[in-house]
């Protein structure tokens, strides 16, 4: 099986800048395809900052994923 497909097509980089700068609502949840919890985090305004914090250590570390659950590690 090839590495590559085991990894996310998202850009962890393009993840990251979202969570930094819209992170509050819920924009790089929306990028990889988690409309469901990107809404939650745009009426909580990112979890009371909590879960946004939580978002920016997780793809910061490369352990967030996509909706199919694989990881974003490509920058």
Same mark, same amino acid.
């Given at each position: 099986m090839d /590495?590559?497909? &085991?990894?996310?097509?998202?850009?962890?980089?393009?993840? #990251?800048? #979202?969570?930094?700068? #819209? %992170? !509050?609502?819920?924009?790089?949840?929306?990028?990889? &395809?988690?409309? =469901?919890? $990107?809404? =939650?985090?745009?009426f909580t305004? $990112? %979890?009371? %900052?909590l879960w946004?914090? =939580?978002?920016?250590?997780? =793809?910061?570390? $490369?352990? *967030?994923?996509?909706?199919? %659950? #694989?990881? *974003?590690? /490509? !920058?």
């Amino acid at each position: 099986m090839d /590495k590559e497909s &085991n990894v996310s097509e998202k850009s962890r980089t393009i993840a #990251l800048l #979202l969570a930094f700068f #819209l %992170g !509050w609502s819920g924009a790089h949840r929306f990028y990889v &395809n988690k409309p =469901i919890t $990107g809404a =939650i985090m745009l009426f909580t305004m $990112g %979890g009371f %900052g909590l879960w946004y914090f =939580i978002d920016l250590v997780l =793809i910061s570390a $490369g352990v *967030l994923t996509d909706k199919d %659950g #694989l990881p *974003l590690t /490509k !920058w």
